[in-house]
């Protein structure tokens, strides 16, 4: 096990379009966080998972936007009827409790 | 709310020269302040991670400091070459709250 792993890097969609992407962290952390990052900003806290728990998730997460880590492995976060705000790059990582964060190389999405 | 500032946005150097980087946090009631490297269109590299407890942390080139009563940390890098172009961000953890806080970041460039 390499490292954190996202599926697909790079998703064109058009506005209305529903698209899901993948996080698979690595196999012994138990918490998993989603962050948004778009043009020229840092990343922002999206949601964050201990084990299979969604523990917190940030006002930024629209109602069009759920998460899900079913079995306390890898995670999905899927967008509904996406909208052209929504082009960013969507980072996932994964820690052992109050240690580094490992961020997987991120899903850019593009909204036309 | 915790926001965390970096100043400048850019910065060009000459290779060989050292530099520092600036990070600035509103709440110092800090759990842990973590230095992230990224490569354009890539995910977050963990540089150094400094809990509230220390003052500065170290690997290779790179020195991180910490001041929580100035809400303050910088970044030093000695010997700069051109492969340390890139974005440099600042992240803070408070107590009681699993996200990060990212800064913009500021976009290094190393001239060879």
């Known amino acids: 096990d390499t490292g954190v792993s996202q599926d697909p890097r790079h998703k064109i969609t058009k506005r209305g379009q529903n698209v899901t992407f993948r996080c698979d962290p690595i196999?012994?952390?138990?918490?998993l966080y989603w962050y948004r990052q778009t043009l020229g900003q840092g990343p922002e806290f999206l949601t964050y998972f201990q084990n299979e728990a969604q523990l917190e998730k940030s006002r930024l997460l629209s109602d069009r936007f759920s998460a899900e880590r079913p079995k306390g492995s890898f995670s999905t976060l899927e967008i509904q009827r996406t909208e052209q705000g929504d082009s960013a790059m969507y980072l996932c990582a994964s820690t052992p409790p109050a240690n580094v964060l490992t961020f997987g190389a991120g899903s850019r999405l593009t909204v036309l | 709310k915790q926001e965390v500032t970096q100043i400048p946005a850019a910065l060009s150097v000459p290779e060989g020269e050292n530099l520092v980087l600036n990070c600035s946090f509103t709440d110092s009631a800090i759990y842990n302040l973590q230095w992230f490297r990224q490569d354009p269109g890539k995910g977050l590299t963990s540089l150094l991670l400094i809990q509230s407890s220390q003052r500065e942390q170290t690997s290779g080139r790179l020195n991180a400091s910490l001041d929580k009563s100035s809400g303050r940390s910088t970044l030093y890098i000695a010997a700069s070459q051109p492969g340390d172009s890139a974005t440099y961000l600042c992240a803070v953890r408070v107590f009681g709250n699993e996200k990060l806080t990212f800064g913009t970041g500021t976009r290094l460039t190393i001239i060879p």
């Open positions: 196999s012994e952390h138990n918490r």
